[in-house]
C-alpha cells in the first residue's frame, strides 16, 4: 500500500504520545493498521477457519492474526497503554490512554468474500477518542483523523457531504448481531424509505462512517455497535464537519450503541423523519 503517511500533514506530534521508537501514536496506529490491511487482503480468497460467536457474528484466523499483530506492535511502543481489543479480553495497566482495535470491522463479509471491510486502530484518553485510522486494504485507502486537526484520506481533507435534501440522500444501515436492534433497523428503514432516495446495507460500520465523513454516504445509522466500531469512526466523522449522536440524538460516546451520523442539517430531518 502506497498511502501517504499522517506524520506531519494532519497533526503536530507534541500533541499525541510518542512511542519507544520516537513516532508519535497515529502515525504507529496507521503503520500497523497498514500491516494488517496488507494481511487482511493477501487471504482473502483462502479457504478460512470460522468460529462463531453468535448466528451473525463469527471471526476468522485472518481476525486473530491482524489483532495479534497490532496489539504487539503497540505493546513494544505503549507498553502502558491499555488495550481494548474486539477478539480477546482488555488489557489494562490504569493508563489515561487506552488503544481499541477492530482487526477486521465487516468480517461476516471478508469470510464471504466480499471486498467490504476495514481495519479500525484509535487512541483514547479518559474515554475520549484522540486520534485514530481506518483502512480499506482493497481500496488501498487510509482514512485518518485526530482531535482537532481534521480529518484525511490518503493524506487530503476530507469533509461531509454538502446534500441538505432527505430525498436525494443516500443513507446507510446495518443489522448488527443483537436482535433486537436488528428488528429496530427495519423498522427505521421502512420509515426513512419514504422520505429518502435510498439504502445501502454495507456490513462494515466503522467504513460505512468514513463513507459520512468523506461525502460518500450521506447519512449512516446502525443500532448495535461496540466501542471498536466507533472509536475512530465518531472522530473521523466530528472532525469532517458531521454531527454523530445516539439514534435518538443524544450524545454519542466510546459506550454507545446507537448511532446516527450526517451533516447538521441533514442529521436534523433524519430526526425528525425517525420520529
Keep these: 500500500m502506497t498511502s501517504p503517511e499522517p506524520a506531519g500533514k494532519s497533526t503536530p506530534q507534541s500533541d499525541l504520545p510518542i512511542g519507544t521508537s520516537g513516532r508519535d501514536a497515529l502515525t504507529v496506529a496507521t503503520q500497523l493498521a497498514r500491516q494488517a490491511a496488507r494481511l487482511a487482503r493477501g487471504r482473502l480468497d483462502a479457504e478460512h477457519q470460522v468460529h462463531y460467536k453468535g448466528k451473525a457474528d463469527l471471526v476468522t484466523e485472518v481476525d486473530l492474526g491482524a489483532q495479534q499483530l497490532i496489539v504487539e506492535g503497540i505493546s513494544r511502543e505503549f507498553p502502558g497503554h491499555d488495550i481494548l481489543a474486539e477478539e ?50 482493497m481500496r488501498d485507502e487510509v482514512f485518518f483523523t485526530q482531535r482537532g486537526c481534521g480529518s484525511y484520506l490518503n493524506g487530503k481533507p476530507i469533509s461531509v457531504g454538502s446534500n441538505h435534501t432527505l430525498g436525494h440522500s443516500t443513507v446507510g444501515i446495518d443489522l448488527g448481531y443483537d436482535e433486537e436492534g436488528r428488528r429496530r433497523a427495519l423498522r427505521d428503514a421502512g420509515q426513512l424509505l419514504p422520505y429518502i432516495q435510498t439504502l445501502r446495507l454495507l456490513g462494515s460500520s466503522a467504513l460505512g462512517l468514513a463513507y459520512v465523513a468523506c461525502g460518500r454516504l450521506d447519512a449512516y445509522l446502525h443500532h448495535w455497535l461496540f466501542p471498536w466500531d466507533l472509536a475512530t469512526a465518531r472522530l473521523l466523522v466530528a472532525e469532517a464537519g458531521g454531527q454523530v449522536t445516539e439514534r435518538d440524538g443524544s450524545s454519542c460516546s466510546l459506550s454507545s450503541h446507537t448511532v446516527l451520523a450526517a451533516n447538521a442539517e441533514l442529521h436534523g430531518l433524519l430526526l425528525a423523519a425517525l420520529r
Design 88 to 137: 480477546s479480553a482488555a488489557r489494562k495497566r490504569s493508563s489515561p490512554y487506552v488503544w481499541i482495535i477492530d482487526p477486521i470491522d465487516g468480517t461476516l463479509n471478508y469470510a464471504r468474500d466480499i471486498a467490504f471491510f476495514c481495519i479500525s486502530v484509535a487512541l483514547a484518553r479518559h474515554d475520549d477518542t484522540i486520534c485514530g485510522v481506518i483502512v480499506d486494504p
